[in-house]
């Protein structure tokens, strides 16, 4: 079936602009993740959404990070007023509403800040 | 919150050869290890994963061992070839669907 889907799955913007990336999870999966990785790193945590409760937001860096579940499906991550420390590949995941269920990844979206 | 650390941060290793990475968890309430992998330019995937109720499970030519009281698992990869070069990331789950990951370990088979 269909995997995780990203979109764009590269951006290119000035720093000081809004960006919004997008995620379209597993159908049937109610539990969704955004991490980043910058280069060379690891999978740093921002955000997770699970069914109808508040997410957890505690991983993102700063107020210039937001994100939205729409009915349990899609998701948006959006960065306002980007710096070039903004600039890494931002990883969409969903796994089922499971008990350490396995997380599925999408390609990412690569953003680049200049 | 949990933190994870991978060793050795690159590893090269001749074909053929066994591969392991070791990682190091804090949470002592953490009782899920999944470990992914990520080809170059590619997602990470899921390749094995443990429970704590569990102290080795094997897949093939990888195997995962938990060491609970040291707080440590590890990776294992046997005969390895030119496809496993990639990185390898560690990650540890509390049963609360969220995990804290490792910063990756490199791993390069040399043919």
Known sequence: GAGVSQSPSNKVTEKGKDVELRCDPISGHTALYWYRQSLGQGLEFLI????????????????????????????????QRTQQEDSAVYLCASSLNRDNSPLHFGNGTRLTVT | GENVEQHPSTLSVQEGDSAVIKCTYSDSASNYFPWYKQELGKRPQL???????????????IAVTLNKTAKHFSLHITETQPEDSAVYFCAAGDGNNRLAFGKGNQVVVIP
């Open chain 1, 48 to 79: 997770y959404f699970q069914g109808n409760s508040a997410p957890d937001k505690s991983g993102l860096p700063s107020d210039r990070f937001s994100a939205e579940r729409t009915g349990g499906s899609v998701s948006t991550l959006t960065i």
């Open chain 2, 47 to 61: 390749i094995i994963d443990i429970r704590s109720n569990v102290g080795e499970k094997k897949d093939q030519r």
